[in-house]
């Protein structure tokens, strides 16, 4: 799956899956946590739940605080991570009441967290946006869930976040695949609060392929 990368500003977290059974059949794994200097040297592993089902993918973000990794398997669940390491939400995570199915990003303000991820449509066939806030407690807050771009048309896939200071950028892929290929880059910008500043979205890239990132 894909791991999260993010740093306190003198090391480097990453957390990702890691398989706990040699079957193939298994799902069971690990979320892992793996700690790096400035130069890239690894320093230390940790294990940020127990075994659990297979994740597939991870989240992570930085508050000034501590670090957030949002994971999925058999429910979304969050871990807070401090700076030294230590998990604070126990064996397994606090679970998120989300519906998320897949392609989720995350970012900080310096406080909260903005989670966005694709939730499937399943009768216009089609991945719609969604975004939730996160508190520094690691739980869902107000407003709780709220949509990014669900409008009729295209399918909107792999969602990016990032923070500029003042607002959150959002930026998502229309396609009008089941998936993901070559379609256009949208973006919208979100306050802290979670209130969407650009509804309708703005474009940003055309003929864009469904891998991107922002920053």
């Known amino acids: 799956g894909r791991a999260g990368v993010a740093s306190d500003g003198t090391r480097f977290l990453t957390v990702t899956e890691r398989k706990t059974n040699s079957d193939p059949a298994?799902?069971?794994?690990?979320?892992?946590?793996?700690?790096?200097?400035?130069?890239?040297?690894?320093?230390?592993?940790?294990?940020?739940?127990?075994?659990?089902?297979?994740?597939?993918?991870?989240?992570?973000?930085?508050?000034?605080?501590?670090?957030?990794?949002?994971?999925?398997?058999d429910t979304l669940r969050?871990?807070?991570?401090t700076p030294a390491g230590v998990t604070l939400d126990?064996?397994?995570?606090?679970?998120?009441?989300?519906d998320v199915s897949a392609?989720?990003?995350?970012?900080?303000?310096?406080?909260d967290f903005l989670f966005v991820y694709t939730r499937f449509d399943n009768i216009n066939n089609r991945h719609l946006l969604y975004g939730a806030r996160i508190g520094a407690n690691g739980q869902i807050t107000a407003p709780g869930e709220f949509p990014l771009a669900i409008g009729?048309?295209?399918?909107?896939?792999?969602?990016?976040?990032?923070?500029?200071?003042?607002?959150?950028?959002?930026?998502?892929?229309?396609?009008?695949?089941a998936c993901c290929g070559q379609g256009s880059i949208y973006g919208t910008r979100v306050s802290p609060d979670g209130?969407?500043?650009?509804?309708?979205?703005?474009?940003?890239?055309?003929?864009?392929?469904w891998l991107f990132a922002v920053a």
């Open 26 to 73: 298994s799902t069971l794994g690990r979320v892992i946590g793996v700690f790096s200097d400035q130069t890239g040297a690894v320093t230390s592993t940790i294990n940020v739940t127990e075994e659990l089902e297979s994740f597939g993918q991870v989240a992570l973000a930085f508050n000034g605080s501590n670090f957030l990794a949002v994971f999925r398997g």
């Open 78 to 81: 969050s871990q807070r991570i």
């Open 90 to 98: 126990g064996p397994q995570g606090l679970p998120l009441a989300l």
């Open 103 to 111: 392609h989720g990003d995350m970012a900080s303000n310096g406080s």
């Open 152 to 177: 009729p048309g295209l399918n909107k896939g792999t969602p990016a976040v990032a923070f500029d200071g003042s607002n959150y950028l959002v930026t998502w892929l229309d396609t009008d695949g």
């Open 195 to 209: 209130t969407v500043l650009d509804p309708g979205g703005i474009l940003i890239a055309d003929g864009a392929d």
